[in-house]
């Protein structure tokens, strides 16, 4: 397989769908669009479906990126160009696990998800919490990813069910000269403007 210009990371929430898109953004020296930049204006505001959706088209015209993620309202603009799909298929327990040490870290930390927005302590205990989205958003997501594995139609699709497994492939892929200098950080981080 030729290495992918146009890669969507997937999987549910906690994961590892980010911190996988920037680590291969170094390794292949791709441009990483974090899906959440896109999303969400600053006040956990959401940004209207259809302009999710030109702005996901912008990113999807470009010859070269990774996203991490893909929703109900344009998913179907990313299948059709993507190169390649990975599948963070992990166990229900791993990746609310991983959630759950996320969310305190970020409780803790007051580190920054998305244009200013941060977790706070109200939004882990509402209704609308991530930790509730992982429950009510697992078994979809894992339905889907091995949909699309099945589907010949749709693009390759590599399904990880474990972080060992993945590790494995990221090793066995080229790196480009960027990637070999060890960038650290969000280098790999798509500038938005115009999106």
Request: charged fraction near 25%.
């Amino acid at each position: 397989m030729t290495t992918p210009a146009r890669i969507l990371v997937y999987g549910v929430y906690g994961a590892g769908k980010s911190t996988l898109a920037q680590r291969l953004a170094e390794r292949l020296d791709l441009p990483w669009c974090p899906v959440d930049d896109l999303l969400w204006q600053p006040g956990w505001v959401e940004v209207p479906v259809d302009e999710q959706r030109r702005r996901i088209e912008a990113v999807c015209r470009r010859d070269r990126w990774i996203l991490d993620g893909a929703y109900h309202g344009w998913r179907d603009v990313v299948l059709a160009r993507a190169d390649l799909v990975v599948g963070l298929d992990y166990p229900r327990w791993l990746s609310f696990w991983r959630l759950l040490r996320r969310t305190a870290r970020r409780l803790v930390s007051g580190e920054e998800i998305c244009n200013g927005n941060r977790e706070s302590l109200r939004s882990v205990v509402s209704r609308d919490s991530v930790l509730v989205w992982h429950v009510a958003a697992f078994g979809r997501a894992r339905r889907r990813m091995r949909a699309w594995h099945a589907d010949p139609a749709g693009p390759p699709v590599l399904l990880f069910r474990d972080p060992a497994a993945l590790d494995r492939w990221m090793a066995g892929l080229p790196a480009t000269a960027a990637g070999r200098a060890g960038r650290v950080g969000r280098a790999g981080r798509a500038p938005l403007d115009g999106v």
